[in-house]
């Protein structure tokens, strides 16, 4: 129960409050450009990333957990849902994740909302791996049903964070992805018809996609996932305006959808989702990226992403909407499918 002397306050000063709201957003609707003013806003949503988060028990880690929060999240205004499971990422797997628990939890939210992209992740090219496991698990939920908007990421990064000592964490780990693996990943989102989130960590891999992108060689369906380093991690741009600038540039000519993620770091901070509106872009929010003193829950951040989009004038864009804006692809591959099998649109 709220406390009444306040509410009736508020009550009382509804036509003040609306005159504000409407002056306030025409002061943070003036950056907008005009271009971009209407085009929905595709929000995705990074559940929970490879490991436990310290501090925040509101990371879904089970299955259940998983599609309890998915649902929260699209009822919130997400779209595209990345999860992944407690198989490991980088170091101590065999290169292939198990696929069940990703059927598990997202099965029951696709028989809700059957528009909705889910993708997961995959392990990240150790050595003893092989491309092929690794992406095993998407070919299985592709042949399910249960995903036409698959993962590519670009080029191979440092794992490592900041230490106390203000040092990079001493570690060995590394997560690999060759220009083999790129070749790799592009013929298999061609081949099985589905889009791709492509995930460019450093301005480097983007100039790999443009390369697969002037040969027509980018699957349908695709978009960039632009990812910044917020203050915990020691990988990418900053999120910085002069940061996005150097990837807007870089990617134009594709012609592709862009969103933005700040990993360790908090997309919010500094204005930078609003920029990334502001020129036409997409959000990637989540607890997977998300590190702050707060706990949130994910549907508060994709809630705090529909506000946003809400100030600007930009509505957020349903699943079905999504699909569209990407341009996916809506059939299926003729092999994977028999009748009374699980059907997308
Ligand atoms: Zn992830």
Not at 156 to 180: H, M, Q, R, W, Y
Not at 307 to 324: N, S
Request: net charge negative; with cysteine; proline share 8%.
């Amino acid at each position: 129960m709220g406390n009444p002397t306040r509410r009736a306050v508020i009550a009382g000063s509804a036509g003040l409050i609306s005159a504000l709201g409407a002056f306030r957003s025409t002061i943070l609707a003036a950056d907008m450009d005009p271009k971009h003013m209407k085009d929905p806003v595709i929000i995705e949503v990074a559940l929970n990333g490879a490991a436990p988060i310290p501090n925040n028990p509101n990371v879904p880690r089970t299955p259940r957990e998983v599609t309890e929060d998915a649902l929260e999240c699209i009822a919130a205004g997400a779209s595209i849902i990345h999860s992944h499971t407690n198989d490991p990422v980088v170091g101590g797997g065999t290169g292939r994740h198990d696929p069940a628990p990703l059927i598990d939890a997202w099965a029951p939210v696709l028989d809700k909302h059957p528009d909705v992209l889910f993708y997961p992740t995959m392990q990240g090219g150790g050595r003893e791996t092989t491309i092929t496991d690794r992406a095993s698990h998407m070919q299985t939920l592709i042949d399910e049903g249960l995903m036409r908007f698959a993962l590519i990421d670009m080029g191979t990064t440092n794992v490592s964070v900041l230490g106390i000592d203000g040092l990079p964490v001493k570690t060995d780990a590394v997560f690999i992805n060759t220009a083999a693996d790129a070749h790799y990943m592009f013929d298999f989102c061609a081949r099985n018809r589905v889009g791709a989130s492509i995930g460019c960590i450093e301005p480097g891999y983007a100039r790999t996609v443009m390369a697969f992108s002037r040969v027509g060689k980018v699957p349908q369906g695709s978009m960039f996932r632009l990812m910044f380093g917020g203050p915990s991690t020691l990988v990418g741009l900053p999120a910085t305006e002069a940061a996005l600038d150097v990837f807007l540039g870089m990617i134009k000519e594709a012609g592709l959808p862009w969103n933005v993620a700040v990993t360790g770091g908090n997309v919010f901070d500094n204005r930078f989702a609003r920029l990334a509106l502001e020129r036409g872009g997409h959000l990637r929010v989540g607890l997977e990226d998300y590190r702050s003193t707060d706990g949130p829950r994910n549907a508060e951040l994709v809630e705090r992403a529909t506000k946003l989009a809400a100030e600007l004038g930009r509505p957020v864009a349903t699943p079905a909407e999504t699909a569209e804006i990407l341009g996916l692809p809506r059939v299926q591959p003729p092999e994977a499918k028999s009748p009374g099998e699980r059907q997308h649109p």
